[in-house]
């Protein structure tokens, strides 16, 4: 059986008593990171008592995980094993989806454990009352690239959460502010740790704001839904107007951050 185990993301007590449970039966950890794994189950050994029987930790993360897959004797799973990535919930922008579709793929019994999870704390802490939102999870590092995801969730129609590294966060701000200084966004950082630290409000102000601020660690962004002046135009609108073929296109492509050509030779 294996079991996907959620770690905390800052706050070691967010560990849950079920997943300190099955640590203590596994016998094979797939890991993330095994230095990262390793003094992660150390420090719950110390201030939870916990009495482990691991016998082999395996490094699985994004730049093996096919390839060790492909590996893999399904016999391994006859034991008790468990997937740990470093830090919050396996398959959310970390690995471990490749690992789920195997077992489907080779009906091998798996679960995925609730647990710590910064997109969904982030939300939660926006105050922005919406149904819906949408999670890009970092944008591209630079480029065109990272200009189109970043206008698609600007004016996705929804509450849109980020990823940012604090090296690239105050040009994240400023990228924003140039398109849209009067959005409002919600920030959080270091979320669980004792260092934590939130805000809210115009990104204009924000990015005033953290230029004098100390913004090392790990940040989430949560960026408002457009209002409906805001809104985008739709690509039904692009395909409504009197135009050629290649001007629309080039316009199709702004919207869907696909290449001019693709957009061109699905108008044909």
């Not at 890991?31 to 420090?43: A, M, P, W």
Request: aromatic residues 8%.
């Amino acid at each position: 059986m294996l079991y996907f185990i959620p770690t905390p993301i800052g706050n070691l007590e967010d560990i849950s008593l079920r997943s300190l449970n099955l640590l203590g039966k596994c016998e094979i950890l797939f890991c993330e990171d095994t230095r990262v794994t390793k003094k992660l189950i150390h420090l719950l050994e110390e201030r939870f008592s916990l009495k482990t029987n691991i016998k082999e930790f395996i490094s699985l993360h994004s730049h093996n995980e096919k390839e060790l897959i492909q590996k893999l004797d399904k016999s391994i799973f006859e034991q008790e094993i468990a997937y740990l990535s470093d830090a919050g919930m396996p398959c959310v922008s970390d690995p471990g989806c490749f690992l789920v579709d195997y077992c489907l793929k080779n009906n091998i019994k798996y679960e995925i454990l609730p647990g710590a999870n910064a997109v969904t704390l982030a939300y939660a802490s926006s105050g922005f009352c919406e149904s819906e939102f949408l999670f890009l999870g970092f944008l591209p590092h630079k480029g065109n690239d990272r200009d189109k995801k970043l206008h698609n969730a600007l004016f996705s129609g929804y509450v849109t959460v980020l990823y940012e590294s604090p090296h690239r966060l105050l040009k994240l701000i400023e990228q924003i502010c140039n398109i849209d200084e009067r959005r409002e966004i919600f920030l959080i950082k270091e979320a669980t740790k004792k260092f934590e630290e939130s805000f809210r409000g115009d990104v204009l102000d924000i990015y005033k704001l953290l230029r004098s601020k100390n913004i090392r660690g790990e940040w989430v962004i949560v960026l408002n839904s457009a209002t409906k002046m805001e809104t985008s135009i739709t690509i039904n609108d692009i395909k409504s107007l009197d135009i050629p073929k290649k001007k629309m296109a080039k316009l199709i492509s702004k919207v869907t951050g696909k290449s001019v050509k693709e957009c061109y030779n699905e108008l044909l």
